[in-house]
């Protein structure tokens, strides 16, 4: 066996670090636009420019491999900033915006964060300046007019363009080794306390390299960032479009028809957003790109007539991605037009990057139409959760991440999920899947958005529950609904309790928070059906 030990140029010479990445990219493409935010637009020498000099002024006030906490919607500072934060060799920590005051409390602690990046526009929500003054952190204000400071009292710091004034544009000469971890991402925490997840500088690099293998982007792409960057799946695309000379176009939040029109204006070309996304474009009849050559979809199955709307009206080259938190993603990848059989539950393969399998309890990896937990494997998986290691533990039995979905192979090699295992319902001893209800009643007509889980019964041990949300115009009743189930599920998965309610609670990414409308409705099962 050769055995060599690297020397410290050895290991800079072909380290992995996400900050090489847009460095590398701005030495090629420096005059193209990396950034689109309104009337702002930055190229990649500019981006690459500024954000080494954060990263300089990062590294001189608290050296490297400290955590830096951020609060902020999409923005280009924010992209400035996150990537200062790659090159200063230290970790990002991005934070929900959405979340409760106490919860963010906890994350910045739970952390211990060195700094926090936020946006001038947050300070002045409720709760937020008592926070920030409880934990005596030195701020970095983003998206600031104001130079002399935060501008509300008890709160100093110095504005991002204050900390990157008169330091060097070039690249720090850090050490960053490719399993050091760049990126500490907190779960939604549903239940209990969010779990901080460590990304290393080399898991994200390869899921960054798995997608422009996958999708085959280029410089000539230009991305939709409607999704919240402080999530994996949007910072996945943006550290994808920096990789190779792509631009990203933003928006605060997702309103249908301000994306509509940056859709057209700035001739996105590929298109990726929630299956609520798309059905609020396409509700516009005058929206008619031209530019799109590929849509992306995630979080959620698209049910096949929205599916046949984006074919007609935006591309035919559409495809599922999947990934979570503790996977960077991309990691799987379906086609529902190249597979029209399939129901829109399926995953389809893994990229080149990752590794998939299905395996049982006792760590036996499955096969065709076998049901078991969905494992992966590869160096886009996490490191592990931040100052847990039971969980991390469990998280890797076996030698393979798990999930928590639960899902089958089928004879051709693709993989369909069916559940997550905490979503399964058991009533009268048959299992349920809640996603294999909720498309068919997404099928129905007036139908707009349903959320399907179980409830405490009796008899039944756990009822089916469907809760609907109807289309605007429509007057859908109990009846209706439970008559198409009927006529599309066996008699034992058709929904006992059909509820309307007029939206659902929602994490910032747009997963339905089942836990939140068990805990709402459970009283309402009781006085239903005792017990």
């Not at 030990?5 to 670090?17: C, N, Q, Y």
């Not at 590398?24 to 309104?38: C, I, M, N, P, S």
């Not at 937020?128 to 007019?145: D, F, G, K, T, V």
């Not at 479009?241 to 070309?269: D, W």
């Amino acid at each position: 066996m050769i055995e060599m030990s690297l020397t410290k140029e050895a290991r800079r010479i072909r380290r992995i670090a996400l900050g090489d990445l847009l460095h590398r990219t701005a030495l090629k493409f420096g005059e193209h636009t990396a950034l689109v935010d309104g009337d702002q637009r930055l190229r990649y020498a500019e981006l690459d420019a500024r954000s080494s000099r954060f990263a300089h002024y990062l590294l001189s006030k608290f050296g490297a491999g400290k955590q830096i906490g951020m609060l902020c919607a999409n923005s280009i500072d924010m992209v400035v900033a996150c990537n200062g934060i790659h090159k200063a060799s230290q970790v990002w920590v991005p934070v929900n915006i959405k979340l409760e005051v106490s919860a963010i409390d906890y994350i910045l602690r739970h952390a211990e964060v060195s700094a926090v990046v936020v946006d001038q526009e947050l300070l002045g929500l409720p709760g937020m300046p008592e926070l920030l003054q409880s934990l005596q952190l030195p701020l970095i204000i983003a998206r600031s007019q104001a130079l002399g400071g935060s501008g509300l009292p008890g709160l100093s710091g110095v504005t991002l363009q204050q900390a990157e004034a008169g330091q060097p544009d070039a690249l720090p000469e850090v050490e960053i080794d490719d399993n050091q971890a760049a990126l500490l991402m907190y779960t939604s925490g549903t239940t209990g306390n969010p779990k901080g997840v460590v990304h290393s500088h080399l898991s994200v690099y390869t899921a960054v390299k798995g997608n422009i293998d996958e999708m085959k982007y280029t410089e000539a792409d230009v991305l939709s960032g409607w999704l919240p960057l402080f999530h994996c799946a949007q910072h996945a695309l943006v550290q994808t479009a920096l990789a190779t000379g792509a631009c990203t176009v933003f928006t605060r939040q997702f309103v249908p028809t301000e994306v509509s029109q940056l859709v057209i204006r700035e001739n996105v070309t590929i298109f990726v957003g929630l299956p609520l996304m798309y059905a609020a474009v396409l509700a516009d009849p005058g929206f008619a790109p031209t530019s799109i050559r590929q849509c992306i979809y995630a979080m959620a199955p698209i049910p096949k007539p929205l599916i046949a709307q984006i074919a007609q009206r935006m591309c035919r080259n559409i495809s599922l991605a999947t990934g979570q938190t503790e996977i960077y993603p991309a990691t799987m990848t379906f086609y529902p037009l190249s597979n029209p059989e399939c129901d829109a539950n399926f995953w389809g393969r893994s990229l080149t990057t990752c590794e998939t399998a299905v395996m049982d309890d006792s760590g036996n990896l499955l096969g065709a139409n076998q049901l078991g937990e969905i494992v992966h494997r590869g160096p886009n998986v996490m490191l592990g959760y931040f100052k847990d290691p039971k969980a991390t533990a469990e998280a890797q039995k076996f030698g393979w991440h798990h999930t928590g979905d639960l899902g089958r192979w089928d004879e051709q090699g693709r993989l369909e999920f069916i559940d997550r295992k905490k979503d399964m319902i058991k009533t009268g001893g048959e299992n349920v899947a809640s996603v294999k209800v909720e498309a068919v009643v997404l099928a129905h007509p007036d139908v707009a958005a349903a959320a399907v889980f179980g409830l405490p019964h009796p008899h039944w041990s756990e009822a089916v529950c469907a809760f609907v949300v109807r289309k605007p115009g429509t007057t859908v009743d109990v009846e209706s609904v439970l008559a198409h189930c009927r006529n599309h599920l066996g008699g034992f998965e058709v929904p006992k309790l059909v509820h309307f309610v007029d939206t659902f609670p929602a994490t910032a990414t747009g997963k339905v928070q089942k836990n939140v409308m068990r805990r709402q409705f459970e009283q309402i099962a009781k006085e239903l059906w005792g017990g």
